[in-house]
Structures are given as structure tokens and as C-alpha cells.
């Protein structure tokens, strides 16, 4: 028996896996700078350029906005996320508090949690060697990150801190095409497991403060932040 038809003057609905597919498009255009950071994102245009409907980037965007690539404002609709400069001093602030906390219990964290701290900075370093795509090194680099917080033995901890990295996704993905440095970031992670695995605990905490308060002027300078 046919399927009922759709009801007049509504749009037709695509399988799920339509609004997965453009989700995924959508992404990969964020990570790889087709779409910069306050890029307004029309669901008419989108719609058309993606050959989908409306509703399905609709579905598409919300879960942009929910994994906070995006941003949706009040009668301007959706856009690219664009991080304020203060925001970008607080989240960087936080990590400090958050990792530096995970890198001084080094000594007495669980050997599975530094093993996962090893293992992230493989994932990591393999994904350079391998120039893989602006979102794997990003997925990774903070994957690894999050894993220094873990150290502290606090879920809570770790779910704050996956919240803090995700508003920075689309920063650090700029800040990584623009000045090209996967490999640089690589060694500075590379040096600060050397320090830990070294018994070198409060150089490794420092170390991490420089690399954070680095992170924060190249996400400040690549987005054109203005810090007067």
C-alpha cells in the first residue's frame, strides 16, 4: 500500500541519515575554513547548495548549535561561533585550573588514567604524521587535554572540562590552519609527557601554564580579537 502523501504546503522529510549527512558536511566545512568563524548560516541557501530541505538543515544546524560549533541568536538566526575575547580568557583560565589540577596528581593517579594520557598523545601524534583532516587533530588534540584533567580521578571534573574544549572547537581548528602548527603543538605535548614521565612534576605544571597562556594569544590573534 503507498505511503500517505505529505500534506499540502509542508516540506518533504528526508531519512535521518540525511540530516547525518549534512551535519557531517557542515562540520567539515567549519574545521577545514569554508565556513569561518561568524559565518552566517542561511537553511535557504544551504538547502539549495546541499540539494536537501529545509527542515533537514534545520535538524542539522540544532545539532551544531548543541555541540557549540554554532551559535543561534534571537531574530538573526544561526551562525558559525565566534568566540568573545573575554569568553576566550575565561575558558583558557578554567583549563588552567582544571589540567594543571590533573598534571599534579601525575604521581598518585591511577596508572590506567596515565596510560590514557599516553595513549591520547599517540592519537594525537599519529594524526600529524599523518596530515589528517583539521577536525581529526582538533578531535584529538583536545581529546588528549581532556585526558590530563582525568587524572584527577573526577568525572564531574572531566565532564566540565569536555564542556570548556568543545566551546573552543572552532577556535583552535582556525588557530591550527592559520599558523599551520600541528607539528609545534605535537612537541609541546610530547615535552610535557616527557616531563611527567621524568618525575619532573612542577616543571611539567609550568610548562602547561605557558602552553595555555600561548593557546590563548594564538586564538585571540587568529580570530582578530581585539584585547584593548
Same mark, same amino acid.
Given at each position: ?23 557531517q ?17 542561511? =537553511? ?8 536537501v530541505?529545509?527542515?533537514t538543515?534545520r ?8 555541540? @557549540? $560549533?554554532?551559535?543561534?541568536e534571537?531574530?538573526? @538566526? ?5 568566540p ?8 583558557? !583560565?578554567?583549563? &588552567?585550573?582544571? =589540567?594543571?589540577?590533573g598534571?599534579?596528581? &601525575? ?7 596515565r596510560?590514557d ?5 599517540e ?15 582538533? =578531535?584529538?588534540? $583536545?581529546?588528549f587535554?581532556?585526558?590530563l +584533567? ?5 568525572p564531574?571534573?572531566?565532564g ?5 574544549v @568543545? ?13 599551520r ?7 609541546n605535548?610530547?615535552q610535557? +609527557? ?14 602547561l ?10 586564538? !585571540? ?8
Amino acid at each position: 500500500m503507498p505511503a500517505p502523501a505529505a500534506p499540502s504546503g509542508t516540506l518533504p522529510q528526508e531519512h535521518p541519515s540525511a540530516v547525518e549527512r549534512v551535519t557531517q558536511e557542515l562540520r567539515r566545512a567549519v574545521f577545514d575554513g569554508e565556513l569561518e568563524s561568524g559565518t552566517p548560516l542561511r =537553511e535557504v541557501a544551504l538547502a539549495a547548495s546541499l540539494g536537501v530541505s529545509r527542515p533537514t538543515v534545520r535538524e542539522a544546524l540544532t545539532v551544531l548549535v548543541a555541540e @557549540g $560549533l554554532a551559535t543561534r541568536e534571537p531574530h538573526r @538566526g544561526v551562525s558559525v561561533t565566534r568566540p568573545e575575547l573575554d569568553s576566550v580568557r575565561d575558558i583558557c !583560565a578554567a583549563r &588552567w585550573v582544571l =589540567e594543571g589540577a590533573g598534571v599534579l596528581r &601525575w604521581p598518585d593517579a591511577d596508572p590506567q588514567l596515565r596510560h590514557d594520557v599516553r595513549r591520547r598523545l599517540e592519537a594525537y601524534t599519529t594524526a600529524v604524521r599523518a596530515d589528517a583532516s583539521y577536525q581529526e587533530l582538533n =578531535e584529538r588534540h $583536545l581529546a588528549f587535554h581532556v585526558s590530563l +584533567v582525568a587524572l584527577t580521578g573526577s568525572p564531574r571534573l572531566v565532564g566540565t572540562a569536555e564542556s570548556l574544549v @568543545g566551546e573552543l572547537k572552532v577556535a583552535l581548528a582556525q588557530v591550527e590552519r592559520l599558523r599551520r602548527n600541528a607539528h609545534d603543538e605535537a612537541d609541546n605535548h610530547t615535552q610535557l +609527557v616527557v616531563l611527567l614521565e621524568a618525575g619532573d612534576v612542577v616543571g611539567a605544571h609550568e610548562f602547561l601554564r605557558g602552553h595555555l597562556e600561548a593557546a590563548e594569544r594564538d586564538i !585571540a590573534d587568529a580570530l582578530g580579537l581585539d584585547g584593548d
